[in-house]
Nanobody, 120 residues
Framework: QVQLVESGGGLVQPGGSLRLSCVASGRIFSLNTMGWSRQAPGKQRELVATITSGGSSNYADSVKGRFTISRDNAKKMVSLQMNSLKPGDTAVYYC??????????????WGQGTQVTVSS
């Protein structure tokens, strides 16, 4: 079993910054791609950013230039630095990871989510 635990959400004013972190634990042979998604009320979950084990990253157009994803493989951690936040960024943010639980088996795991609210 693998657990992903997020932290760092909260309330911030427009233009402000927040940093989300997610730590993976449990039966992990190695971590593959990790990422962040978000879901606003009444909307579908959308992919925000991903980062491969080698450090290559991709972003949704809506967050390019404002958000930065990073990871620390030794700590089994992925982070999302969010700058210039807008009310439209308000959502529950979910960490996800593609995990090798053995050399030949990999599964997808999700965290429980952390609320980010951007409001004055």
């Amino acid at each position: 079993q693998v657990q992903l635990v997020e932290s760092g959400g909260g309330l911030v004013q427009p233009g402000g910054s927040l940093r989300l972190s997610c730590v993976a634990s449990g039966r992990i042979f190695s971590l593959n791609t990790m990422g962040w998604s978000r879901q606003a009320p009444g909307k579908q979950r959308e992919l925000v950013a991903t980062i491969t084990s080698g450090g290559s990253s991709n972003y949704a157009d809506s967050v390019k230039g404002r958000f930065t994803i990073s990871r620390d493989n030794a700590k089994k951690m992925v982070s999302l630095q969010m700058n210039s936040l807008k009310p439209g960024d308000t959502a529950v943010y979910y960490c996800n990871a593609n995990v090798y639980v053995s050399p030949l088996r990999r599964d997808d795991y999700w965290g429980q989510g952390t609320q980010v609210t951007v409001s004055s």
